[in-house]
C-alpha cells in the first residue's frame, strides 16, 4: 500500500504539478472510512486503476460514481469520498491554468464537475493508457508511463507564455497578497480583460481562487502544525481574525476548523497508518 506524492519529469513539470498515487486495502469485514475532502485548489485527470470511488456532495445532497477516468476542474463545495475495499488510483494535479493551455478546455465546463474522460480525449486513447497503468510491474513503473502520455500533448503545443499563464500560480504560492489592480497590471491585461481570461483558464473569479488558496493554506497549516492555534494561523495566512477564518472553512469545508481535523484524522490514509508524515489531500 502507499500514499505518496510524486513529481513529475522534468519534461512535464511545467504543467503537472505533482502525481498522488494512492493504494489502500482494507479488511473486508468493516466498511472503509470515509475521506473528508473540503475544496482546495487543484485540477487535472484521474486514473482510477482498482476500484472506483464515489463522492458525496453534501451541500447538494447528492451522490455520483465517478468514472473510471476522469477529468476535474476546480471544485468549489465539500465532498465525502467513498472508496471499495482496495483502491487505487494516480491524481494527477496540474499546475492552475495549465489544463486548460494543454486540453484547450474551458475550465467553466469542469468547474465542480468530473468528467469522463472518454468524452474528451476518446475511448481508444484512454483504454490504451489504462491498460499500461493496470499492467505496471511495481508502483515505480507508474509515474513514467504517465509522463509519456502527456508528453505526447505537450509536444505538440505551440505556446508563447503570456503573464496571464502564471498568475494562478502565484496566487496558490501567496494567497494572502493577493491584489487585483497589481494582478491585472502585472498580466498587461485591463481588470475586465483579466478577469474574463482568468474565469476561462482556472474556472473562477481571481479572488474566489485566493480564497480557496488561502483557506487550503491554513487548513494544511493546522495540519502539520497542530501546536499552533487558530488565531495564529488565521494571521499567518492573512485572515482579519478568526472569523473571517471560521467563514471560509464553513464554505469551503462545510464545518467548522476544528471539526475538519477531527475528520481528516479520521481519513482512510490515516487510520491504516500508512504514511505519518501525509499532510493535507
Known amino acids: 500500500m502507499i500514499v505518496q506524492r510524486i513529481s513529475p519529469a522534468p519534461s512535464v513539470s511545467n504543467y503537472i504539478r505533482e502525481y498522488l498515487l494512492v493504494h489502500l486495502v482494507f479488511n473486508t469485514q468493516t466498511a472503509p472510512p470515509i475521506k473528508a475532502y473540503p ?3 487543484e485540477e487535472g485527470i484521474t486514473f482510477q486503476i482498482k476500484g472506483l470511488l464515489s463522492a458525496e456532495q ?5 451522490t455520483e460514481k465517478r468514472s473510471k477516468t476522469y477529468f476535474f476542474g ?3 463545495l ?4 467513498h472508496q471499495e475495499y482496495e483502491f487505487m488510483l494516480v491524481h494527477v494535479r496540474f499546475h492552475p491554468g495549465y489544463l486548460f493551455q494543454l486540453f484547450k478546455i474551458p475550465m467553466t465546463e469542469l468547474l465542480n464537475k468530473n468528467i469522463d474522460a472518454e468524452l474528451i480525449l476518446g475511448h481508444a486513447t484512454i483504454e490504451e493508457i489504462n491498460d499500461q497503468l493496470a499492467n505496471a510491474p511495481n508502483y515505480l513503473a507508474i509515474p513514467p508511463i504517465l509522463d509519456t502520455f502527456f508528453n505526447k500533448y505537450i509536444s505538440k503545443l505551440k505556446h508563447d507564455v503570456q503573464p496571464i499563464d502564471t498568475i494562478g500560480r502565484m ?4 494567497p494572502q497578497n493577493f491584489n487585483l489592480d497589481k494582478t491585472a497590471k502585472a498580466a498587461c491585461l485591463s481588470h475586465r ?3 474574463r481570461r482568468f474565469v476561462n483558464q482556472l474556472g473562477v473569479p481571481p479572488k474566489h481562487y485566493a480564497r480557496i488558496c ?3 493554506e491554513a487548513y494544511i497549516l493546522k495540519d502539520t502544525r497542530p501546536e499552533l492555534n487558530w488565531q495564529d494561523i488565521a494571521f499567518d495566512t492573512g485572515y482579519t481574525d478568526y472569523q473571517h477564518l471560521v467563514k471560509d472553512f464553513k464554505q469551503f469545508a462545510g464545518t467548522s476548523p476544528n471539526i475538519l481535523l477531527e475528520q481528516t484524522y479520521l481519513n482512510p490514509e490515516r487510520r491504516l497508518n500508512i504514511s505519518n508524515e501525509f ?3
Not at 465539500?78 to 469520498?81: A, E, G, T, V
Open 58 to 62: 453534501p451541500d447538494l445532497g447528492i
Open 171 to 174: 496566487i496558490l504560492a501567496n
Open 193 to 195: 480583460q483579466f478577469e
Open 39 to 41: 475544496v482546495n485548489p
Open 74 to 76: 476546480q471544485p468549489i
Open 279 to 281: 499532510k493535507g489531500l
Open 214 to 216: 488561502r483557506f487550503y
Open 78 to 81: 465539500r465532498q465525502n469520498l
